[in-house]
């Protein structure tokens, strides 16, 4: 199997995660945390990386980490081999700690960063570890809210100022903002990302595409580069549908929403806007038309002749 879409240039911001080799355990003890997060510390004196947020799990980790100078790679040599090191030296043990690569997905900051640091801090609460992020304290939400002095490495103003210039008040309204999702389904923002790689409004995939991925031929180890550059707007599935479902326009909306969901790439907020409806809507939406499409031949068939001459794959859909 190819290695995954690597995107790397200055000023760019990524979700990583790195997990335990067979899910194996990576923090077994108070220390190692510690420890790991000595190497978060080094990675930004030594090569400059900005880590906006961090959750430490059992198993794996997640970072919402920006490299200025587009040195990801190195960064997370960096982090990886040195607590690969350092583990492996305390418990005596040889080979890989993490399994394969970390896995990196470009996002568009000015619309994504507030929405995957919540993600970031509800990590233990959707592993049932605890009830409250705020009880966990192995993550930057206590940084974030207040509740501890954040390290001098973890850069929490730029996600705090879009919510207030004001610091207490930024940090109320964060941690609202968190809470607002304790007690619902949550959809996580990773799955809308393009080929598994980049995750964004429409503009940023075609900027990235254009001054990033043009010149890269799409082979075996760039799984997913023909899917970014192929990517189907709204606007495009809007047209073809309205053309095939002109006799229904009820049906031909949800056939729109349904498929704009699934194929688009676009953000649940970006849908909704196209149809005047709530981001939970869309995927409501999305959902029970799903479920009717595996209990409706004739509409099946109608929808899959869309997807054909749309040019897209009935595959299993993200998650």
Known sequence: MGRPLRIEYAGACYHVTSRGNEQKEVFKSRADREKFLSYLESATVRYGAVIHAFCLMGNHYHLLLEPPSG????????????????FNAKRKRAGHLFQGRYKAILIEADQYAMELSRYVHLNPVRAGIVDQPEAYEWSSHRDYIGQR??????????????????????RKKYRQFVEDLLNQDYESPLGQAVASAILGSEAFIATIDGEHLRDRQPDRNLPGLNKVAARLTVERIREVVRERFADDEGLAEKVCIYLSHRYSGAR??????HFVIGESAVSQASRRFAQKLAEDGELRKRVEMVEGFLNVSRGTPDT
Request: charged share 15%; proline share 2%.
């Open 268 to 273: 649940l907020r970006e849908i909704g806007a």
């Open 149 to 170: 002095k954040a390290p001098e490495w973890l850069q929490t103003s730029f996600i705090l100022g879009y919510f207030s210039t004001d610091i207490g008040t930024a």
């Open 71 to 86: 040195n990801l790679s190195q960064i997370m040599r960096h982090i990886n081999g040195a607590y690969t090191n350092y």
